[in-house]
């Protein structure tokens, strides 16, 4: 196939993408032989070096073999970014068993269905998020749980305080003396290193990253361990001579969670591979960022839209020391251009659009650092990764027309954990079917027109929620904006506009209403205007598109009866 990307990559881009055949553990022992002495985490205050980290990794992979752990066997961890989870995450690996990565945000509900499903026999988990469990024990397969808390991992006296703060706030949680209960810090002290870390090939069940939750019941893509390597390389060689520069050196703010695939790929594993300092944050909130990156003179930041937005209108942001930030890719969701700019602007570093899927481990497009950007598109398919724009046949499609995203690569999933119909509706003779409209442009870059699932349909018309917003965006008085389709008797859907002002600003229909009728075709203009405090977020950042919609038509029936 013809792949007219490849002429826009940057100067010490591959065309190819030339990778290790290796468990995903032997990227972290790798940079601890190269750079034992250098900092690998820093958690409020608290150092790792990367020999510490290492050995730590083998010992907790010693204290699951020793509690019975069989290659293959799933390890469910419900943990936010802290040491632990780094820790637990590669030592699974290291003895042979399969991560699955759990949202500590889960509701019991969730967590049931996913620790069941995964077939987990061992949870690593938050001291904190113990009651949930517990409500849920007699349903799930697990055997043994470790419990860790933040503490654990906190320099003194910050280790002392963290429990007397967390008992003020009523969020302390009083362990039990329990059958299944092991105690995290107590298994590394005492376990022994493990002898010969578990050579996995590459084409191994590495990880289940569970997707679709949002949509329905939440199914596991299965991650190998060539796809998990594959794509940190794939991550690394996109940063081409600027960023080789800074192995070793560069710092990577730890901010978007580790257990969503995104920052698991381009922070956690991408950091590691590439020798940098990880500054860990327990939560993605930007005033936290701002002062890591100022404390730390973090170079590299990864995060979702929502959070740059957020870092962009914080008070007097102006003033704050933020120049040492160099390459930010966001994802997850569409980045709207003026919030680009003004974080450009702001930094001084790059900030561009990539994209990326669970399925895809994640990362597949990417706009160049270095060379031409343009504004909207997530830019070009990275090393390694052929994609194409089909139809309803699965015909490609010429530049400029819209149709469904498909992509192949070393990084695309072995297939859905448990659900082959599934599976083989995604999987098309070694093309994964995204599920997000996009076209691509004579040069080869691409741009999601929207969700699949998300277009509206107006009076026949298709309508993408992205391109409503962008409009919305680009209004000085929006701080944040999320459309989506409500029924409508007359049109069959019509469009909604969920609106946050920016601090202090007063903000009206009438203003709005003016705004997109200057800038958008009448049938694309929204009908509906509800002005929020805040939207609904998923934990990585994601708006949820449909709770919006769910309230909605919960206050239009309430009003109608």
Known sequence: MTRPWLKHYDKGVPTEIEYPEVPLWKLLENTARKYPDHVALEFMGRTIGYRQLWESVQKFAG???????????????????????????????????????????????????????????????????????AEIEADVPVKRVFTTGIQDYLPFPKNLLFPLKARREKRWVNLPQHPKRLDFKKALQSAAPIEQPYNAQPDELALLQYTGGTTGVAKGAMLSHRNLVANTYQSLAWGGEEVKNLEGKGVMLGAIPFFHVYGMTVAMNYGIAAGYKIVLLPRPEVKPCIEAIEKHGVTHFPGVPTLYVGFNNFPNIEKRKVGTVKVCISGSAALPVEVTKKFEQ????????????????????????????????????????????????????????????????????????????????????????????????????????????????????????????EVLYAHPKVAEAAVVGVPDEYRGETVAAFIVPKPGQELSEEELDQHCRANLAAYKVPRIYVFRSELPKTAVGKVLRRELREALLKERNKVGS
């Open 346 to 469: 702001l930094t001084g570093g790059k900030l561009v659009e990539g994209y990326g899927l669970t399925e895809a481990a994640p990362c597949t497009h990417c706009n160049p650092l270095t060379g031409q950007r343009k504004i909207g598109s997530i830019g070009i398919p990275m090393p390694g990764v052929d994609a194409k724009v089909v139809d309803e046949n699965l015909q490609e499609l010429p530049p400029g027309q819209v149709g469904e995203l498909a992509v192949r690569g070393p990084n695309v999933m072995l297939g859905y954990w448990q659900r082959p119909e599934e599976t083989s509706k995604a999987i098309k003779i070694d093309w994964l079917l995204t599920g997000d409209m996009a076209r691509m442009d004579e040069d080869g870059y691409f741009y999601i027109v929207d969700r699949k699932k998300d277009m509206i349909i107006a009076g026949g018309y298709n309508i993408y929620p992205r391109e409503v917003e």
């Open 63 to 133: 204290a699951l073999q020793a509690q019975g752990l069989a290659p293959g066997d799933r390890v469910a961890i419900m943990l936010p970014n802290c040491p632990q989870f780094v820790i637990a995450f590669y030592g699974t690996l290291a003895a042979g068993g399969v991560c699955v990565n759990v949202n500590p945000l889960y509701t019991p509900r969730e967590l049931r269905h996913q620790l069941s499903d995964a077939g987990a026999e061992t949870l690593i988990i938050l001291d904190l998020l113990w009651p949930r469990y």
